[in-house]
């Protein structure tokens, strides 16, 4: 609630009905797990933030430990044995991103490392040295390396209890790794950077160039939870691009499930697990909500805490209440029942006390038999709603992107990269909806896509092979056939970003000639963009 107060968050709480004692509560022994979630581009400014905030006293980036696969422990061998420096460099980057002990299983798989020198160097035994040694090296410590998300928040004796040194980055960083802070009872922050908040910042500020349009995502005025196109598009499965529903499980479910409201993304965020589809929480849930058949409750007492999962145990929060109710214990009472329902040990625990003290509060031997069945089943595959709805906020803001400024949105996707599928689909998808593909230009491409406004007769060209202009999306769908997307000069192959520089820097280019001289890019470059 604080957070949603201050902003941090754009979840309601208490309209979810999310429960602190999930979180955090007086009975809980472990410090709570704290993320924060932001844009994988900036994440790096995010650090000397914390750091002037706190004082650097108090902070320290958490440590892992970097061990050996294939590439390195060929090279740190090669350089042990003396060999040079070129063959075994290119000896390890002919290998894949493998394990050190697989390198000779990669050989009899790869026939690719087996061609060339490489191969003919195999055949004369000459690596079987190099090779032999690599492999005792798999898994040993090779270096400590800052750990990509993990951050200590304390108080000012921080460096009486951690020895530090500095990150690659400059950061102070803990000689401990998170299972050493955690043992030591140390506060871990972790600052995820996430692709898709850089795409959605990304085509934020496109609107704006474009269109003159300021859109604050997190203001509800101007991104309601409520809009039935965002909605239409979702129910349509039309969804690549957009954060956690584009799956082609995800895309199956939506479109069997149609969600209608926000609440309901959050309830399809949390089916889309592996414990709920393994232990078919699905099927009950959508036979019932498309009302092929009725809602089953488990007792009259629970049907408020099932209602809007239409009778199934969906998540984290709904097992606490039903342990509560049952139980008559208190919330954080339940949530360390729902915590040792995770081990062997726990749950048989769990098993001695709760049918007696459900009988206790006067419920039959039945209902005792099928609430067990449900808490031992599901509770721990079910999903924390608090997380769920926290996912749901960006899949829902990436939705209306995609609904209200579909060109600028998958600009960000082409840009940032943050899905599951190669950039070719997603430009068909922007083709689906009526986005010309503007080809590479040297006077106009950039390193990022950019929008551009377009005629409807832009790509194709009318009456070229007998291609007509472009076709108007289906019903119900955005039309953008106003906006062309055109495409970024850093996804030409082989090029440098360096040359991606120069190019932008000296533009207009009057001919071929003037680019070839000014640009000063390689030849492979020149003949890919000509």
Same mark, same amino acid.
């Given at each position: 609630?604080?957070?949603?107060?201050?902003?941090?968050?754009?979840?309601?709480?208490?309209?979810?009905?999310?429960?602190?004692?999930?979180?955090?509560?007086?009975?809980?022994?472990?410090?709570?797990?704290?993320?924060?979630?932001?844009?994988?581009?900036?994440?790096? /400014?995010?650090?000397?933030?914390?750091?002037?905030?706190?004082?650097?006293?108090?902070?320290?980036?958490?440590?892992?430990?970097?061990?050996?696969?294939?590439?390195?422990?060929?090279?740190?061998?090669?350089?042990?044995?003396?060999?040079?420096?070129?063959?075994?460099?290119?000896?390890?980057?002919?290998?894949?991103?493998?394990?050190?002990?697989?390198?000779?299983?990669?050989?009899?798989?790869?026939?690719?490392?087996?061609?060339?020198?490489?191969?003919?160097?195999?055949?004369?035994?000459?690596?079987?040295?190099?090779?032999?040694?690599?492999?005792?090296?798999?898994?040993?410590?090779?270096?400590?390396?800052?750990?990509?998300?993990?951050?200590?928040?304390?108080?000012?004796?921080?460096?009486?209890?951690?020895?530090?040194?500095?990150?690659?980055?400059?950061?102070?960083?803990?000689?401990?790794?998170?299972?050493?802070?955690?043992?030591?009872?140390?506060?871990?922050?972790?600052?995820?950077?996430?692709?898709?908040?850089?795409?959605?910042?990304?085509?934020?500020?496109?609107?704006?160039?474009?269109?003159?349009?300021?859109?604050?995502?997190?203001?509800?005025?101007?991104?309601?939870?409520?809009?039935?196109?965002?909605?239409?598009?979702?129910?349509?499965?039309?969804?690549? $691009?957009?954060?956690?529903?584009?799956?082609?499980?995800?895309?199956?479910?939506?479109?069997?499930?149609?969600?209608?409201?926000?609440?309901?993304?959050?309830?399809?965020?949390?089916?889309?697990?592996?414990?709920?589809?393994?232990?078919?929480?699905?099927?009950?849930?959508?036979?019932?909500?498309?009302?092929?058949?009725?809602?089953?409750?488990?007792?009259?007492?629970?049907?408020?805490?099932?209602? /809007?999962?239409?009778?199934?145990?969906?998540?984290?929060?709904?097992?606490?209440?039903?342990?509560?109710?049952?139980?008559?214990?208190?919330?954080?009472?339940?949530?360390?029942?729902?915590?040792?329902?995770?081990?062997?040990?726990?749950?048989?625990?769990?098993?001695?006390?709760?049918?007696?003290?459900?009988?206790?509060?006067?419920?039959?031997?039945?209902?005792?038999?099928?609430?067990?069945?449900?808490?031992?089943?599901?509770?721990?595959?079910?999903?924390?709603?608090?997380?769920?709805?926290?996912?749901?906020?960006?899949?829902?803001?990436?939705?209306?992107?995609?609904?209200?400024?579909?060109?600028?949105?998958?600009?960000?996707?082409?840009?940032?990269?943050?899905?599951?599928?190669?950039?070719?689909?997603?430009?068909?998808?922007?083709?689906?909806?009526?986005?010309?593909?503007?080809?590479?230009?040297?006077?106009? &491409?950039?390193?990022?896509?950019?929008?551009?406004?377009?005629?409807?007769?832009?790509?194709?060209?009318? $009456?070229?092979?007998?291609?007509?202009?472009?076709?108007?999306?289906?019903?119900?769908?955005?039309?953008?056939?106003?906006?062309?997307?055109?495409?970024?000069?850093?996804?030409?192959?082989?090029? &440098?970003?360096?040359?991606?520089?120069?190019?932008?820097?000296?533009?207009?280019?009057? &001919?071929?000639?003037?680019?070839?001289?000014?640009?000063?890019? &390689?030849?492979?470059?020149?003949?890919?963009?000509?």
């Amino acid at each position: 609630l604080v957070c949603y107060l201050l902003g941090i968050s754009g979840v309601e709480p208490i309209e979810h009905g999310l429960l602190m004692e999930r979180f955090l509560s007086p009975l809980r022994q472990a410090l709570p797990d704290i993320d924060v979630d932001v844009e994988s581009a900036r994440r790096l /400014e995010v650090y000397p933030a914390i750091f002037d905030r706190f004082g650097l006293e108090r902070v320290a980036c958490v440590s892992m430990m970097d061990t050996y696969r294939v590439r390195h422990a060929v090279r740190d061998t090669g350089a042990a044995l003396g060999l040079p420096p070129g063959e075994v460099d290119a000896i390890a980057k002919a290998f894949p991103h493998v394990r050190a002990r697989d390198a000779r299983l990669a050989l009899d798989e790869l026939p690719e490392l087996r061609a060339g020198r490489l191969g003919d160097a195999l055949r004369d035994g000459q690596l079987e040295v190099l090779l032999a040694l690599a492999e005792k090296l798999d898994g040993l410590p090779r270096h400590v390396a800052m750990h990509p998300c993990g951050v200590i928040l304390s108080d000012p004796t921080l460096l009486d209890r951690t020895p530090t040194e500095p990150s690659l980055a400059g950061f102070a960083m803990s000689q401990f790794d998170k299972d050493d802070v955690e043992n030591l009872g140390l506060l871990k922050l972790d600052v995820l950077g996430i692709r898709m908040q850089s795409a959605m910042a990304y085509a934020v500020t496109e609107i704006q160039r474009v269109d003159d349009v300021a859109v604050d995502l997190d203001d509800r005025a101007c991104v309601p939870l409520d809009d039935p196109a965002t909605y239409r598009l979702i129910q349509s499965t039309r969804t690549l $691009g957009c954060f956690q529903i584009e799956s082609p499980g995800q895309r199956e479910l939506i479109g069997k499930f149609a969600p209608e409201t926000f609440g309901d993304i959050i309830i399809d965020i949390s089916l889309f697990r592996p414990g709920p589809v393994k232990s078919d929480m699905v099927t009950p849930f959508l036979l019932a909500r498309q009302q092929w058949q009725m809602p089953e409750y488990l007792h009259p007492d629970l049907e408020p805490v099932l209602h /809007e999962t239409c009778g199934v145990v969906v998540f984290h929060e709904q097992v606490l209440a039903i342990i509560a109710i049952v139980t008559g214990c208190s919330l954080a009472e339940a949530d360390e029942v729902r915590r040792a329902l995770g081990d062997r040990e726990g749950k048989e625990q769990v098993r001695a006390w709760l049918p007696d003290a459900a009988r206790a509060r006067g419920y039959d031997e039945a209902t005792v038999t099928r609430v067990w069945e449900v808490l031992e089943a599901f509770a721990s595959f079910g999903f924390c709603k608090a997380h769920a709805a926290a996912f749901a906020l960006p899949t829902y803001q990436s939705a209306w992107l995609k609904t209200h400024h579909t060109a600028a949105f998958l600009a960000g996707v082409l840009t940032h990269d943050p899905g599951m599928y190669p950039k070719r689909l997603i430009l068909e998808d922007a083709r689906a909806f009526g986005i010309a593909v503007l080809g590479l230009d040297v006077n106009v &491409s950039d390193d990022v896509y950019r929008v551009e406004r377009v005629g409807v007769d832009d790509e194709p060209p009318p $009456g070229i092979l007998g291609e007509p202009p472009r076709h108007p999306p289906p019903d119900g769908l955005p039309d953008a056939r106003a906006y062309g997307i055109r495409l970024s000069l850093c996804d030409v192959a082989g090029i &440098s970003a360096d040359e991606v520089s120069r190019i932008i820097a000296g533009r207009p280019f009057h &001919s071929l000639t003037d680019f070839w001289h000014r640009a000063r890019v &390689s030849r492979p470059v020149a003949e890919k963009l000509v």
